[in-house]
């Protein structure tokens, strides 16, 4: 196989963990698999301690920002010599998240590969799909019947999920009504999965069933009795407990949302945290600034550090700092606490005049990056990370240096980075030819495709938890957003130039990653 994985060695990516290694670069091109997640120990310390995952975010009209007002500014030790470590820094005054919220926050950022915006009318054909099969509809609406016949008569068959969260209300238990009406929901959503599971049964393209379960998940989703003030016996008792107050700031948060969101609910308070003063606090300085993307170097904290350092490769849609989240919260202070010669990309916020960036512009300055890393580690080669948009950039790039023989790259690992389309997953919801290229024409028309859209359509993957938990939580409650760093730093995104756009929509349709020569 051309791709092997070894042990780690001290110049490996991180301690006591395997790293991947491609042993023969000319022949890549031909095994990439299908999701490659570096198994390491720090991505389960990060997701266990709140780190998080590459994604898609909200739309910043910045195009250019300056990534030193987020990173502290400091001379770099010298390789081997003894270096500072930096003094323990308080942590802001945050309440944590209930083990909910934080994998709920996790979920939220763990997507984020740029594909096309689903339509109205795709989601209908969707549903349509799903819902239109003559004999499966009969059989369902049958059952159907029957089921809400039972519910009627006040059978016990049919419940919520212990663990769903939106029926947690001891009304829906006690209330002969509101447990009727849930247990008639349940009856719908039991039925539509079924249509769904029949149309997979069918043998239809992987493609089309994956939209079909995108858009049943959805209606599903929007169909709960919990998204209306009516069907939501806790916030009817919020308003009645604040004398119509909550009821009150929902719908000013609900106008807010439509004005300033897109018509989404807010996920967190975007003004809780400040780069630099909250988040993004390890010490380092940037050492190269090109117009693409500036290039950061984290200061050691330990007496010694490894020859070999590790460039990581973000996201071109995210920023650098969600490996670099709160104290104890951070992979960057991790990495340097074992050791690791830190650098990583900070990507520029493109605006539509940077609308003809494409591959080579970032692959280009990945290119420069390495050149400047290796200059400064005194290294002949460097342990590169690529983290989701970013491995594809990633793979790029090996692919050149595998047609060009450089060895720049000793190992290359990834996180939750897609890389064989071909392979199922849910994102194939989004890979119809229509799709791609009303979204390809769409980004052209504006110069880039904004880092809200992205998130819009990665929030709707997962609706209960990533839409209509803040429908409640904000608009029928009255709650303020919940304030997280994750969610802040997912609420903060970067928009992606057209020209790159379109590429990226080109792998994702001719799967050309994994055929030699197709990409050029």
């Avoid at 998080?52 to 300056?66: F, I, K, Q, W, Y």
Wanted: glycine share 10%; with cysteine.
């Amino acid at each position: 196989s051309a791709c092997s994985a070894r042990a780690a060695s001290p110049d490996a990516v991180t301690t006591g963990a395997p790293a991947i290694r491609f042993s023969s670069y000319a022949a890549y091109n031909m095994c990439v698999p299908s999701v490659v997640v570096a198994g390491m120990h720090w991505l389960y310390r990060t997701r266990r301690h709140g780190g998080l995952l590459p994604a898609h975010v909200s739309e910043r009209g910045d195009p250019t920002e300056a990534t030193m007002t987020a990173v502290a500014s400091g001379r770099r030790p010298p390789t081997g010599k003894k270096a500072p470590r930096p003094k323990p820094r308080p942590e802001p005054p945050r309440s944590e998240p209930s083990q909910v919220d934080e994998q709920g926050a996790l979920d939220a950022v763990e997507a984020g590969e740029p594909v096309g915006i689903p339509s109205a009318g795709g989601l209908l054909r969707g549903v349509a799909s799903a819902v239109l099969q003559p004999g499966s509809l009969t059989r369902e609406l049958g059952q159907l019947a029957r089921d809400l016949g039972k519910v009627v008569r006040g059978t016990d068959e049919l419940r919520p999920a212990p663990k769903d969260k939106r029926f947690a209300d001891p009304a829906w238990t006690d209330n002969p009504l509101y447990r009727r009406w849930g247990q008639g929901y349940v009856a719908l959503g039991q039925t539509m999965a079924r249509l769904v599971d029949d149309l997979e049964a069918k043998g239809v393209d992987w493609h089309d069933l994956e939209r079909a379960r995108f858009a049943v998940n959805a209606l599903t989703g929007a169909l709960s009795p919990t998204n209306t003030l009516v069907g939501n016996p806790a916030a009817l008792k919020r308003a009645f407990e604040t004398g119509g107050r909550s009821v009150a700031r929902g719908l000013g948060q609900f106008v807010s949302d439509v004005r300033h969101n897109g018509g989404m609910p807010s996920q967190t308070d975007r003004t809780a945290f400040t780069v630099g003063t909250d988040l993004a606090l390890t010490p380092g300085a940037v050492v190269h600034r090109g117009p693409v993307a500036e290039l950061i170097q984290y200061t050691p904290s330990t007496a010694t550090v490894r020859q070999r350092p590790l460039l990581i490769i973000p996201p071109p849609i995210g920023r650098f700092y969600f490996l670099d989240l709160r104290p104890g919260r951070s992979f960057v202070e991790y990495a340097v606490s074992q050791g690791l010669q830190v650098f990583i990309l900070s990507w520029r916020n493109p605006g539509p005049e940077q609308a003809d960036w494409d591959l080579d512009t970032y692959c280009t300055a990945i290119q420069d990056a390495l050149e400047v890393v290796k200059n400064i580690a005194g290294s002949e080669d460097v342990n590169t990370l690529g983290f989701c948009a970013g491995g594809i950039l990633q793979t790029a790039v090996l692919n050149h240096h595998a047609d060009t023989g450089d060895q720049s790259v000793h190992s290359a690992a990834y996180a939750v980075t897609l890389l064989d389309f071909d392979e199922r997953a849910p994102l194939g919801a989004f890979s119809s030819p229509r799709l791609l290229e009303l979204a390809g024409s769409a980004s052209r028309r504006k110069g880039i495709i904004t880092a809200r859209s992205l998130g819009t359509v990665f929030s709707w993957m997962r609706p209960d938890d990533l839409v209509f938990n803040y429908v409640v939580n904000n608009w029928l409650m009255g709650n303020e957003p919940p304030v997280f760093d994750i969610l802040a730093w997912n609420a903060d995104g970067t928009n992606l130039p057209a020209r790159l756009h379109q590429q990226f929509l080109d792998i994702f349709r001719t799967n050309a990653l994994c055929r030699p020569g197709a990409l050029t």
